[in-house]
């Protein structure tokens, strides 16, 4: 069974530019949480998915964005990209409810550095 | 009311050994409790999860001792080993999921010396 695919795994952009990642999710998972992770800050919540619909969303700015289409995989989008944005992107998906008591497959992240 | 704490920020234990990982939670709408291990360059793994009905869950070397009415849990690892050095992740969250977000730990970096 194929886990959590991400791509790209690296990205070097430049700031102001923007980046989209995305997130294939375990075959038959509908849920799709992204985060964000960077040294001492441990795993910060960008939003999370079910079935097409946006069920929660973390304490970002309106420049990080994300969608998930109707095969479940999920991609999120980086608008005006700042130095601060460096970091690693993870994508988790669950077969069950968000949150719920399946527990998470996360991918091996896409590491986008800012430049 | 959404925090879990956790502590310490890092670990260093020598082989053999046994590290122990504590994290305290508030929400009293949580009761499902994992236990995530990342190595550098990964995404983290689901190593061990445990509900309020028991206090006590083993998995091979892993033990999650659970607190209900302190709101605490807490990780073991017996005879640490150096291939255990990772990053470990504490999260909570409702079992019936509900839409209620995950919420995570800070995660606390252990190292086993051989």
């Known amino acids: 069974k194929a886990g959590v695919t991400q791509t790209p795994r690296y990205l070097i952009k430049t700031r102001g530019q923007q980046v989209t990642l995305s997130c294939s999710p375990i075959?038959?998972?509908?849920?799709v949480s992204w985060y964000q992770q960077t040294p001492g800050q441990g795993l910060q919540f960008l939003f999370e998915y079910f079935s097409e619909t946006q069920r929660n969303k973390g304490n970002f700015p309106g420049r990080f964005s994300g969608r998930q289409f109707s095969n479940s995989r999920s991609e999120m989008n980086v608008s005006t990209l700042e130095l601060g944005d460096s970091a690693l992107y993870l994508c988790a998906s669950s077969s069950g409810t968000p949150g719920g008591g399946y527990g998470y497959t996360f991918g091996s992240g896409t590491r986008l550095t800012i430049v | 009311q959404q925090q879990v704490k956790q502590s310490p920020q890092s670990l260093i234990v020598q082989k053999g050994g046994i590290p122990i990982i504590n994290c305290a939670y508030e929400?009293?709408?949580?009761?499902?409790f994992p236990w995530y291990q990342q190595f550098p360059g990964k995404g983290p793994a689901l190593l061990i999860a445990?509900?309020?009905?028991?206090s006590e869950k083993k998995e091979g070397r892993f033990t999650i001792s659970f607190n209900k009415s302190a709101k605490q849990f807490s990780l073991h690892i017996m005879d640490s080993q150096p291939g255990d050095s990772a990053t470990y992740f504490c999260a909570a969250s409702p079992f019936s999921g509900g839409y209620q977000k995950v919420t995570f730990g800070t995660g606390t970096k252990l190292q086993v010396i051989p």
């Open positions: 445990i509900r309020p009905d028991v």
């Open positions: 075959s038959g998972h509908r849920s």
């Open positions: 929400n009293t709408a949580f009761d499902y």
